[in-house]
């Protein structure tokens, strides 16, 4: 089933996809992603179809014959809680992703999200080539990726905030693995739910760049049809005159005319690009993220 996969040369140290089927692309395979943070590959099904034995199975094989994999780990993202599970080999003590020479924590033995979104490594090298002497707003921190390559970029300041108190916990510890002590301090963690906090982010405001990246859809938490305009109605209080938005949008349902739709009054700067290993039939699909700039004063 994976032919051409059991070709791939050495896979190196940078973290990436290796296998996107949700992209349309692999034939009998759009349930299935495989991704590389050395030394372990992770796959995740996010159906229960009858090849999925085969394709463990052939996965443990290429595993066992590639000295570079210690480990295989597989997540059902169909069953409850998405359990994670050991199929091959043994995890490393502090698994963590690697990309352009930063390192991020990885929880490759729980449930749920394992920490480390792959397909932001384009807004992540976008803010980390655009971010010296910033005051940045990351909107939505989670384990505060963005936030690392900002600082590795020079950010003057970040401010994270997220709801989850663990993902930020997990973001400091990123920073701490990749930072002296004195870089560390540039960035902040503010642990609220966005809407009750808005006082709080115009006392610090303006702010240089600011990312929103929210979920698409998160119980009560966010939703994009609704909660995404609100974002916008408050906006204008955290800018300057020439400051930046990188907004995201992660909803397939929702293509790039909403995002278009809400900044209509701002300046587009065109679309950051989709990471590779991320080609998606349909690119509407995709992670969105989009640059603008503040309102035209003319
Ligand atoms: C898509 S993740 C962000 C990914 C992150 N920007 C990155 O690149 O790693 C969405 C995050 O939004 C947070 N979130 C959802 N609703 C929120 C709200 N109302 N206020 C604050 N954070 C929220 C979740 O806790 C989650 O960590």
Known sequence: ML?????????????????HGRGGNFEGLEHVAI??????LLVTLYAAKENNAELVAELV??????????????QERHLPKGPKRIVYGELPPEPVATE????????????????????????????????????ILNLFAYTCSLSV???????????????????????????????????????????????????RLVRGAPYDLIVIDPPSNQGKSFKAEKDYPK?????????????????CLNAPHLDESFLADLFRDYQSQGRVSCAPGF????????LKCFLFTTPSMT
């Open 3 to 19: 032919t051409s996969f059991g070709q791939l040369p050495s896979l190196g140290d940078e973290s990436r996809r290796l296998l």
């Open 35 to 40: 991704d590389w943070f050395a030394p372990v």
């Open 61 to 74: 094989e290429f595993s066992q014959r590639r000295s570079e994999i210690t480990a295989l780990v597989l």
């Open 100 to 135: 352009s020479g930063l390192n991020y924590h990885l929880a490759l033995d729980r449930n749920q999200n394992h920490g480390f979104f792959l397909d932001m490594k384009p807004g992540r090298d976008w803010i980390r080539a655009n971010a010296s002497g910033k005051r």
């Open 149 to 199: 390559a900002a600082i590795a970029g020079g950010a003057e300041a970040v401010i994270n905030l997220d709801m989850a108190s663990r993902a930020l916990a997990t973001g400091r510890k990123n920073h701490q693995l990749n930072f002296e002590p004195d870089l560390c301090k540039r960035a902040s963690y503010l642990s609220h739910d966005l809407f009750k906090s808005w006082g």
């Open 231 to 247: 974002i916008l109605h408050r906006l204008p209080e955290l800018l300057t005159d020439d400051s930046q938005i990188l907004a």
């Open 279 to 286: 080609e998606d039939r349909y690119p509407a699909a995709a």
